[in-house]
């Protein structure tokens, strides 16, 4: 039976990351890392990227680690297999090649799964994007295609609008909202999204649903549930993510959406960590338990859980964000921008003019903040819910967008 | 140990690269930020040490940012 010091489930950012800091802090223990996906450290964030898509950067750049760098960092990579079961208490992971390996302290940096739909679909032609093989799909289609749907309203799907409409296909956008990212913009901020995909060309179905998809092997429309029939060469399905951890409940981790985790990124169960989009952990800074889904948080869990393995006790600190750009527009959330009934939304700048932020208070506390066209004020605002700035009273001056916030920050 | 710790003479961020993820911001907020663009930029007498920076560097996903010594040469990526 294979024994090391460190194993760690999941070879994205959050699980390389912490690999690569453990071996910073330990430079002889044995480390291991278990992925699923057949291929080294590459930049997940970028798969979704016009530039790449469209293969502006070289495809090489995706990868951030060479095939030689684990070599040398003797870090062993156990690649195209599945952890499907753990025994915390005799601590050791049971793999789907049947290989059994015991650790002495253990990261459980899964990731995220996109949800399948539940759709009868045609062989080819509908597409999720997750993976890099999830990329290279609709890197092969799109030349082959007239027309696309790109279905939900998030990042991703803004990001493949665009790269769709960049590479000439019409564009389809099907919104189950009333609104762009209902209900965590309001519709004011919304709708200036939906007015740069719309001056961009894509075509915005809101309050719609596909109620089946057609073709016989290939995609070659859609019905909506309204009637609606479009035609379509391809689908990109962005309808959710989930986290696989059955696996886990049964070990006796304690999961909710995700895994559950204290500011440590310790579960309940001893010499067992979490990390990145799996990790449901507790925020010190928010005082809220929370689990996000970005590379930053990922990245800086990875770093953070290694630090603990190695017997440090410090707390997860950061004020997590994500930012995207295209058509025009800048749009990034900072912190916990969920307008929650017992939080105050202040808007701040002009939606008319298109740039305008809402930022998210409680108990003269800033939790976060939307920004569109408004990226620069992502470090202030970070700061702001960083230092725990008191805003009570300052509400006029977080509305007035001529206001420097640097001001409220000593 | 002194001059090693300050060999980093030169940082770039290429444009078309950068997409503003912002990781550059997380580890070393005395020296990047994030302009109208949404692009990393090295803040008006930003300052950090070559850990920092290197670090920095490191957390791009996409390689954006180049670390150059004082004779010019690239030292990351």
């Known amino acids: 039976m294979k024994s090391v010091k460190y194993l760690i489930i999941g070879g994205g950012v959050a699980g390389t990351t912490a690999a690569e800091t453990l071996r910073g802090l330990d430079v002889s223990a044995s480390i291991a890392i278990v992925s699923d996906e057949p291929y080294r450290l590459y930049s997940r964030i970028m798969l979704s990227k016009p530039n790449f898509f ?188 989930s986290c696989p951890t059955d696996w886990l409940k049964n070990a006796g981790v304690a999961v909710n959406h995700g895994i559950l985790a204290n500011e440590y990124l310790e579960t309940n169960m001893p010499d067992v960590w979490a990390a990145g989009d799996a990790a449901e952990f507790r925020d010190v800074i928010l005082d809220e338990q929370i689990q996000l889904g970005n590379w930053v948080n990922a990245q800086m869990h990875g770093r953070a859980a290694a630090f603990n393995m190695t017997g440090k006790h410090d707390p997860f600190k950061l004020v997590s964000f994500y930012t995207t750009q295209g058509f025009g527009i800048t749009i990034a959330f900072v912190g916990d921008s969920r307008p929650l009934p017992e939080r105050t939304v202040i808007p701040r700048g002009s939606a008319d003019a298109g740039s305008y932020g809402r930022i998210i208070v409680k108990d003269g506390k800033v939790f976060g903040a939307t920004l569109i066209n408004r990226t620069n004020e992502l470090g202030l605002i970070s700061k702001m819910i960083e230092k725990n700035v008191n805003v009570a009273g300052r509400e006029q001056d977080l509305g007035n967008a001529s206001f420097d916030l640097k001001t409220l920050i000593v | 140990m002194a001059n090693e710790e300050n060999r980093i003479k030169k940082v770039t961020v290429n444009r078309d690269l950068c997409i503003g993820a912002a990781s550059c911001v997380v580890a070393a907020a005395d020296y990047f930020a994030l302009d109208g663009e949404n692009k990393a930029v090295i803040k008006e007498g930003g300052t950090a040490n070559d850990e920092t920076l290197m670090l920095a560097a490191q957390s791009c996903p996409t390689k954006a940012i180049f670390l150059f010594d004082g004779e010019g040469k690239q030292m990351y990526p």
């Open chain 1, 54 to 241: 469209l293969q502006k950067i070289p495809f090489e750049q995706i990868w951030l680690k060479t095939e030689s760098w684990y070599k040398e960092k003797n870090i062993e990579l156990i690649s195209g297999v599945t952890a499907n079961a753990l025994d915390a208490k005799a601590k050791n992971v049971t793999l789907s090649s049947g290989e059994v390996i015991t650790y002495e302290k253990l990261l459980l940096a899964v990731g995220g799964r996109v949800r399948i739909w539940d759709l009868k679909i045609p062989e080819a032609g509908v597409f999720y994007l997750r993976t890099l093989d999830d990329a290279k799909a609709i890197i092969a289609a799109v030349p082959n295609a007239k027309q696309a749907l790109s279905i939900g309203g998030g990042f991703v799907s803004f990001e493949m609008c665009d790269m769709l409409r960049l590479a000439n296909l019409e564009v389809s956008l099907i919104l189950r909202e009333a609104h762009y990212w209902s209900p965590m913009l309001d519709e004011a901020s919304g709708k200036i999204i939906e007015r740069a995909l719309e001056k961009g060309g894509v075509k915005i179905y809101r309050n719609a649903e596909v109620a089946s998809v057609l073709g016989e092997k290939m995609v070659d429309g859609a019905i909506l549930k309204d009637g609606t029939r479009l035609a379509c060469q391809m689908i990109i399905a962005g309808i959710g993510l």
